[in-house]
């Protein structure tokens, strides 16, 4: 049996574990920003930093990077738990980085004593103007080397209610000509008077995400602060701010000790869609698609309710595997995945979807027969249900031609085909209206031909599935297809709205289920025969039902 060869993350882990580091201890976190909904690429960092946890017997623990107000609320926070329950995986303590508000103020002020920052009073765009390049150095501030106390004095006032947003800033005095931009006196600090959704109207400025989240994984105790590549600059920054949280801490000495450590992997980005929260944003403000849970969207909540099972979306994060170089994955690598999974687990059930009616001529009118319908041929234990055999029958339009090329294995005159679970039966010919659409096709069924008796076992080609014109209900079918028209929508100079594909949604009202199916409810995966894998809608009732086409059963992609 082939081993499966660990990720560079995990030689990082193993390596730091051989050399005793920590103790031996392993604890990761997964810090979403609560200003939106997990996407698939969310749901890589997740399998990442939980997988390491469960591997190396630590703890994985959620905290909630929730330093900006304004873009933040509760709803987001229910929905992530939620989302990463579905996912499979189990946190150990669930923490926010506004629990250490109190802490990060009061190192600031240290620094701030210490010499180590000052308040800025210039406007964003004289500090951007002020940056230089990567070549040439940055400008110092004219507030650069104001007394401390003057400092001191400010930030406490860039914490009242009358502290206008913009007119300081928290500034750490580090280097202006440093090649890493990160250093060149990076902002610690700014206002913002929009409540907290936790912390209220108490604060009213807050640390920026560098001055935030490696003091928060160092408060926490975290020993592998795994993230994606955009951050490998931020990582001597990460490690500076550690390095003074050790000072004032009085482990100056021990500067290797109990320090979480930094590594950074490739984000997951999918061909035909976006990741960017921003841009995932304006698509649901604008009404561009029908919430974060539309089935297009690449949310695992719009995932969800299209039908993806989050198995299904861990094998695909398992099969692309962590690298240290950014690249496009191809979506129809996690339709596959998709297919892979619902094919083990789906419910297979009838659904016509451009319907025609069949009638048996010469069977019985009135009779009726139930059918036995297996549930799922890949599943002993997933047992079976009935669906009723009538004259009159609808069947798939597509699956009749008047004159048929040679093979053409559905129905057409003269030829037998089977139908799934029922008889045999020979097609005599078909009636059309006044302007030659096909309105009914006309059929003979061999009475001994009974799924399951031994005339039913004659070599037939083709098999069609049908519902019972009486016994059936009508439905209403989603079909989704890209989202966006081109590959890579994010690499594209226009605006991303314009790249929308038009026909991203078909709704088919004119389609017929099995009453069995009728009454699946969201959550239960099912297969219609011959079509595809579909989920009942949240928006389904039994009155109404609505199916999401989740994938169809073969990548019709592949050119
Ligand atoms: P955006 O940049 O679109 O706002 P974000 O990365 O800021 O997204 P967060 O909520 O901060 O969103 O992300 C939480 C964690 O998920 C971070 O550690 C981040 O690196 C990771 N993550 C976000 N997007 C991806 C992705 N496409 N692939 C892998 N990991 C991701
Ligand atoms: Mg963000
Ligand atoms: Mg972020």
Redesign the pocket.
């Known amino acids: 049996e082939e081993k499966k060869s660990i990720s560079f993350v995990e030689q990082f882990v193993e390596e730091d574990l051989a050399q005793g580091k920590n103790g031996g201890r392993i604890q990761t976190r997964?810090?979403?920003?609560p200003?939106?909904y997990l996407?698939i690429?969310?749901a890589?960092?997740i399998c990442m930093d939980f997988g390491v946890a469960e591997k190396y017997n630590g703890i994985c623990n959620l905290r909630f990077?929730d330093t900006n107000p304004s873009k933040e609320n509760n709803e987001y926070v229910e929905n992530i738990l939620n989302d990463i329950k579905w996912l499979g995986f189990k946190w150990g303590n669930i923490y926010y980085a506004s629990d250490y508000f109190e802490k990060l103020w009061e190192f600031a002020v240290w620094m701030i004593k210490n010499g180590y920052a000052y308040i800025d009073q210039q406007t964003s765009e004289e500090i951007a103007s002020q940056k230089g390049t990567p070549t040439t150095p940055g400008i110092a501030s004219p507030y650069r080397d104001r007394p401390i106390a003057e400092s001191l004095a400010l930030f406490a006032q860039m914490n009242t209610p009358e502290a206008v947003e913009g007119s300081m800033v928290l500034r750490a005095k580090l280097d202006m000509a440093n090649p890493n931009m990160h250093f060149r006196d990076p902002i610690m600090y700014r206002i913002i008077q929009t409540p907290h959704h936790r912390t209220g109207t108490k604060w009213h400025c807050y640390p920026m995400y560098d001055f935030a989240h490696g003091q928060s994984d160092y408060f926490e105790g975290v020993t592998h602060s795994i993230?994606?590549l955009e951050?490998v600059p931020h990582r001597p920054l990460y490690d500076k701010f550690i390095d003074y949280l050790k000072e004032m801490d009085g482990t100056a000495d021990k500067l290797q000790d109990n320090r979480p450590r930094q590594i950074e992997f490739n984000?997951?980005?999918l061909t035909y869609t976006v990741?960017?929260?921003?841009k995932l944003h304006t698509l649901v403000d604008e009404h561009l698609v029908k919430g974060w849970d539309d089935p297009r969207m690449p949310t695992l909540c719009g995932m969800r309710r299209r039908g993806y099972s989050p198995e299904s979306i861990r094998n695909f994060i398992d099969s692309i595997g962590y690298t240290k170089f950014d690249a496009l994955n191809d979506m129809a690598l996690l339709e596959a995945s998709v297919r892979e999974d619902l094919n083990k687990k789906a419910t297979r059930l009838s659904a016509v979807l451009d319907p025609v009616k069949l009638v048996i001529t010469n069977y019985p009118d009135g009779k009726t027969e139930e059918m036995e319908s297996i549930n799922n041929p890949e599943d002993d234990q997933s047992g079976s249900h009935t669906i009723t055999f009538s004259k009159t029958l609808w069947i798939e339009r597509a699956d009749f031609m008047e004159e048929a090329p040679k093979k053409f294995f559905r129905m057409t005159p003269g030829k037998e085909v089977r139908l799934k679970s029922a008889y045999i039966v020979k097609c005599t010919g078909c009636t059309k209206d006044s302007a030659g659409n096909i309105i009914e096709i006309q059929a003979e069924y061999d009475p001994e031909s009974k799924s399951g008796m031994e005339g039913s076992n004659r070599k037939v080609k083709g098999t069609l599935h049908w519902l019972s014109v009486d016994h059936c209900r009508k439905a209403e079918v989603r079909e989704y297809d890209r989202l966006f028209n081109t590959e890579n929508p994010s690499a594209d100079e226009r605006d991303f709205r314009e790249l929308l594909n038009p026909e991203s949604l078909k709704v088919h009202t004119n389609c017929y289920v099995e009453d069995y199916a009728a009454s699946r409810q969201s959550g239960e995966y099912l297969q219609f025969q011959r079509t595809g894998y579909f989920m009942a809608d949240l928006d389904s009732t039994p009155e109404h039902p609505v199916f999401n086409k989740t994938v169809g059963l073969k990548d019709t992609w592949a050119k």
């Open positions: 997964f810090p979403p920003e200003n939106g996407h690429g969310h890589k960092a990077d993230c994606t951050f984000r997951l980005n990741m960017s929260k921003r």
